[in-house]
């Protein structure tokens, strides 16, 4: 099975911060990686597929890099809505998409 | 508009069984792939299933295989996870998500049902 590991695990920011999310996968996923945004309550979000990807609707504050094992979600000025929990997902292997264990984002 | 509706869930017995349903609307259900994700308590997103547009295609998390079944009825615009031999570990919020079959990410997402495994 493929493992995602996103660091950090929490992070505290302020309201204007570029703040950079990390995501490893245990093998090479080439381009096969998702983000997603969850609120306390709330289903969760699509961001950015396909690594790089802004899905639609989403602000361009958003991005996302990397390929093969390393892959980065940079919000480029943090706003007071983007505080929540950060996913990534693996969706190279369909027999088993994995995602990270998540990465808390809150205001410092 | 895209609408996903989960039903079903509730408080069960560990051994118990329980089906979930996820009412989709608003898009061609039969043009897509769906999938279950569940979210323990305090937990991360946690895959559990895959079923192709067609039914032709099921794939399971080994944490739910034998256990757990996924089907859909794409003239009734559902689809469904039949759970049984539930544990205490199966309580979770369960969500069905559509996919996005060009790149197999998860476009669309219900609000969640509720499972509760306890004695």
């Known amino acids: 099975d493929i493992q995602m590991t996103q660091s950090p695990s929490s992070l505290s920011a302020s309201v204007g911060d570029r703040v950079t999310i990390t995501c490893r996968a245990s093998?090479?996923?080439?381009?096969?990686l998702n983000w997603y945004q969850q609120k306390p309550g709330k289903a969760p979000k699509l961001l950015i597929y396909?690594?790089?990807s802004l899905q639609s609707g989403v602000p361009s504050r958003f991005s996302g890099s990397g390929s093969g094992t390393d892959f980065t979600l940079t919000i480029s000025s943090l706003q007071p809505e983007d505080f929540a929990t950060y996913y990534c997902?693996?969706?190279?292997?369909?027999?088993?998409?994995?995602f990270g264990q998540g990465t808390k984002l809150e205001i410092k | 508009e895209v609408q996903l509706v989960e039903s079903g869930g509730g408080l069960v017995q560990p051994g118990g069984s329980l089906r979930l349903s996820c009412a989709a609307s608003?898009?061609?259900?039969?043009?897509?792939?769906m999938n279950w994700v569940r979210q323990a308590p305090g937990k991360g997103l946690e895959w559990v299933s895959y079923?192709?547009?067609?039914?032709?295609?099921?794939y399971y998390a080994d944490s739910v295989k034998g256990r757990f079944t996924i089907s859909r009825d794409n003239a009734k615009n559902s689809l469904y996870l039949q759970m049984n031999s539930l544990r205490d570990e199966d309580t979770a919020v369960y969500y069905c998500?559509?996919?996005?079959?060009?790149?197999?990410?998860?476009?669309?997402w219900g609000q969640g049902t509720l499972v509760t495994v306890s004695s």
């Open positions: 608003g898009f061609t259900f039969s043009s897509y792939s």
């Open positions: 997902q693996q969706s190279y292997s369909t027999r088993m998409y994995t």
């Open positions: 079923i192709s547009s067609s039914s032709s295609t099921i």
């Open positions: 396909a690594a790089s």
């Open positions: 998500a559509r996919e996005e079959g060009g790149g197999s990410y998860f476009d669309y």
């Open positions: 093998q090479s996923i080439s381009s096969y």
